[in-house]
Nanobody, 115 residues
């Protein structure tokens, strides 16, 4: 079965960096685009970043453009989200999601940006 497991979250000061990972299993990873989403307390889940199956095309929400970088290692079945220059408003639970048919999400990893 499809499994997506996020890791790498934590507490970081404003201006700091974190790298999130999403380990995938149960499907042919290099055939599917992947995305990151986030959900802040009391807010709806929002899309953050997208990467094509081959990793050749990426796209970002305006709120993170220039600060976050999505990447993938198809040999390791893993997608990453490098987050730099973090702000308190980036505080959220971050989820990875598989593209294509079906609706598959990981369980999320908490990111807290606070001094």
């Amino acid at each position: 079965q499809v499994q997506l497991v996020e890791s790498g979250g934590g507490l970081v000061q404003p201006g700091g960096s974190l790298r999130l990972s999403c380990a995938a299993s149960g499907f042919t990873f290099n055939l599917y685009a992947m995305s990151w989403y986030r959900q802040a307390p009391g807010k709806e889940r929002e899309w953050v970043a997208y990467i094509t199956a081959a990793g050749t095309i990426t796209n970002y929400a305006d709120s993170v453009k220039g600060r976050f970088t999505i990447s993938r290692d198809n040999a390791k079945n893993t997608v990453y989200l490098q987050m730099n220059s973090l702000k308190p408003e980036d505080t959220a639970v971050y989820f990875c999601r598989r593209g294509g048919s079906g609706d598959y999400w990981g369980q999320g990893t908490q990111v807290t940006v606070s001094s």
